[in-house]
Nanobody, 116 residues
Framework: QVQLVQSGGGSVQAGGSLRLSCAGSGRALSNYGMSWFRQPPGKEREFVAG????????YYAESVKGRFTISRDNAKNTVYLQMNSLKPEDTAVYYC?????????WGQGTQVTVSS
């Protein structure tokens, strides 16, 4: 069993930066493929960024490529999402996700609001 606790987020003006954290307990997150998803108001949840467990390869949605960076600190058992050059369309509830085989665990979600 993996428990994921998110922190960070909040409100920022367009062009600003925020960092989200996803701290794991119960299992080492280094053994899991980790991703960030987001759900904008009134829309479906969408993929934002991912980092592979095997070689830490990273993947990004086109809408955030070049602005967001996903990383992991195995010593802290934490995954991060650094978000720069934020835009109003980045406003959403952000979720971290840990996947290993058929096991899939989600964080509690954190609100990010970007004002113009």
């Amino acid at each position: 069993q993996v428990q994921l606790v998110q922190s960070g987020g909040g409100s920022v003006q367009a062009g600003g930066s925020l960092r989200l954290s996803c701290a794991g307990s119960g299992r080492a997150l280094s053994n899991y493929g980790m991703s960030w998803f987001r759900q904008p108001p009134g829309k479906e949840r969408e993929f934002v960024a991912g980092i592979a467990w095997a070689d830490s390869s990273t993947y990004y949605a086109e809408s955030v490529k070049g602005r967001f960076t996903i990383s992991r600190d195995n010593a802290k058992n934490t995954v991060y999402l650094q978000m720069n050059s934020l835009k109003p369309e980045d406003t959403a509830v952000y979720y971290c996700d840990a996947v290993k085989g058929l096991k899939d665990y989600w964080g509690q979600g954190t609100q990010v609001t970007v004002s113009s």
